[in-house]
């Protein structure tokens, strides 16, 4: 039997990615200033990014496909990874953790987001998501010297080899009753032999929801979230805050929309509660939050439950909406974190709501920074996130799920009141004391990238929108 070179061009930033990645990590044994180390890993996404354009197709017999909707999630990827090496160049040196293999954790982790949005295969799925959970526990417990970073390490490493266990379990359903781990041939297999009712394949897909779950940090499978997201650095409280969740809701949007979608009527009536759950559950005790990345956990939680609607839309719509609400979040989320980071400095976490009082006198310029980024995530317009959320609640309204976004709107409502109070301490306390700030280029930078996102995207949305509508498969 002769062999056939499979193509691999549809890998090729997959494979340069992999090279850089390697070739960052060993940087550190000769480069001595971690400052260049990190301009290197910015250098090499952006590298990795200019070939996606040449790297459209599908290889290995339909288990990697390099397509339009992988393209841009895999922009969101390169986005995170640029923004959160800006913010983190200064801060992990307070932190005292300030070693280059942090670098190469980041775009390890990375290359397994790209590997899941590609992934046209449950096998590859899974070992996508394995490099990208492995990489992202060990930068979660990076502060060694850290009880709180040990702990969260240790949560979201014990709960996610649990979640993968249900990602596996589900698998091997699937493959017992299709013969096949390849997406395409399991939607027409269920087809071709009626699969659909079936309990064996229902069970299945309710492992598979429960392991996708968990990435996205969706109620009932949130609970990692709050202590991993306050114990990790701060810098990887905002790349596991954009990056896993939107790899999440890649696999989630072409598993269920794609393989599982002739059991559409199945997998709907699991995903409305958990929905509702996570917007319920993340709003209402993020209200209670009196640490700033506690808060925000809580609020990441509840978006995953606005970005949920456009899955349960079902439509071609809905899932673009899922992916221009990445995209908005990306911004927004990471804009806030790099102000939280600004507030640490040697002896001073920042984390707690009091500590913004009275920074509109103290530090106005980064007061107005929050106050657009709290007013995107709250939802006003004519901020981005009022735009990510009202092509989300039109897609469910059209495809039928009014009361959902009913729901929705309240909880977004409620939402305003934690949201603003950041605003409130800001601008109407005065400051107990003057709160040093830590400044560099890298920071202003990624501040300057994110306002601009959250703005230019709030005024205009259509060139984002439209590009998550032409990448839909």
């Known amino acids: 039997m002769q062999f056939m070179m499979p193509d691999l061009s549809p890998l090729r930033p997959e494979i340069i990615m992999t090279v850089l990645s390697m070739a960052v990590l060993l940087s550190d044994l000769v480069i001595k200033r971690k400052e260049t180390i990190a301009l290197l890993s910015i250098v090499s996404v952006v590298a990795v990014a200019f070939t996606f354009k040449d790297s459209l197709g599908i290889t290995f017999n339909g288990m990697f496909i390099s397509d339009g909707y992988s393209t841009f999630f895999k922009l969101i990827f390169v986005l995170n990874v640029i923004l959160t090496v800006l913010i983190s160049i200064k801060y992990i040196g307070i932190e005292k953790v300030n070693f280059g293999e942090y670098y190469g954790l980041i775009l390890f982790s990375t290359l397994g987001m790209m590997i899941m949005a590609s992934a046209g295969d449950l096998i590859?799925?899974?070992?996508?998501?394995?490099?990208?959970?492995?990489?992202?526990?060990?930068?979660?417990?990076?502060?060694?010297?850290?009880?709180?970073?040990?702990?969260?390490?240790?949560?979201?490493f014990l709960l996610g080899a649990f979640a993968s266990a249900f990602l596996l379990y589900g698998t091997s359903l699937i493959y017992g009753l299709t013969g096949t781990t390849n997406l395409r041939a399991i939607a027409d297999y269920i087809t071709q032999h009626g699969l659909a009712g079936n309990p064996a394949l229902t069970l299945a897909m309710v492992f598979l929801v429960v392991a996708f779950?968990?990435?996205?940090?969706?109620?009932p499978f949130h609970m990692w979230t709050p202590d991993a997201y306050e114990g990790a650095p701060t810098s990887i409280t905002a790349f596991m805050s954009v990056g896993p969740k939107a790899a999440g809701f890649a696999v989630m949007g072409r598993v269920l929309l794609y393989a599982l979608y002739p059991i559409k009527p199945q997998w709907t009536p699991v995903?409305?509660?958990?929905?509702?759950?996570?917007?319920?559950?993340?709003?209402?005790?993020?209200?209670?939050?009196?640490?700033?990345?506690?808060?925000?956990?809580?609020?990441?939680?509840?978006?995953?439950?606005?970005?949920?609607?456009?899955?349960?839309?079902?439509?071609?719509?809905?899932?673009?909406?899922?992916?221009?609400?990445?995209?908005?979040?990306?911004?927004?989320?990471?804009?806030?974190?790099?102000?939280?980071?600004?507030?640490?400095?040697?002896?001073?976490?920042?984390?707690?709501?009091?500590?913004y009082e009275g920074l509109s006198k103290t530090h106005p310029l980064i007061a107005a920074f929050?106050?657009?980024?709290?007013?995107?995530?709250?939802?006003?317009?004519?901020?981005?996130?009022?735009?990510?959320?009202?092509?989300?609640?039109?897609?469910?309204?059209?495809?039928?799920?009014?009361?959902?976004?009913?729901?929705?709107?309240?909880?977004?409502?409620?939402?305003?009141?934690?949201?603003?109070?950041?605003?409130?301490?800001?601008?109407?306390?005065?400051?107990?004391?003057?709160?040093?700030?830590?400044?560099?280029?890298?920071?202003?930078?990624?501040?300057?990238?994110?306002?601009?996102?959250?703005?230019?995207?709030?005024?205009?949305?259509?060139?984002?929108?439209?590009?998550?509508?032409?990448?839909?498969?």
């Open 370 to 473: 929050m106050l657009v980024f709290m007013f995107s995530l709250t939802g006003i317009p004519p901020t981005a996130g009022f735009m990510g959320k009202f092509y989300l609640f039109m897609s469910a309204i059209n495809a039928g799920y009014t009361w959902v976004v009913v729901i929705a709107v309240i909880f977004s409502a409620i939402s305003a009141y934690f949201y603003l109070r950041i605003v409130m301490y800001m601008y109407m306390k005065e400051p107990k004391e003057t709160v040093a700030i830590t400044t560099s280029p890298s920071m202003g930078l990624a501040l300057a990238i994110t306002l601009a996102g959250v703005i230019l995207i709030g005024v205009l949305p259509a060139p984002v929108v439209n590009l998550a509508r032409i990448a839909f498969p």
């Open 124 to 156: 590859v799925l899974y070992l996508g998501l394995e490099l990208m959970a492995l990489s992202t526990y060990i930068l979660a417990g990076f502060i060694r010297y850290d009880v709180k970073s040990n702990e969260a390490a240790i949560k979201y």
């Open 271 to 355: 995903l409305i509660p958990i929905a509702i759950l996570t917007m319920g559950v993340g709003n209402i005790v993020a209200i209670s939050q009196t640490n700033i990345k506690r808060m925000l956990a809580y609020s990441s939680i509840a978006h995953a439950g606005y970005a949920l609607l456009g899955i349960i839309a079902g439509t071609a719509d809905g899932l673009a909406s899922v992916m221009n609400y990445m995209m908005i979040y990306a911004f927004m989320n990471i804009g806030a974190f790099a102000v939280i980071i600004m507030l640490r400095t040697e002896g001073f976490k920042g984390d707690n709501i009091t500590d």
């Open 213 to 219: 779950s968990f990435k996205i940090a969706a109620v």
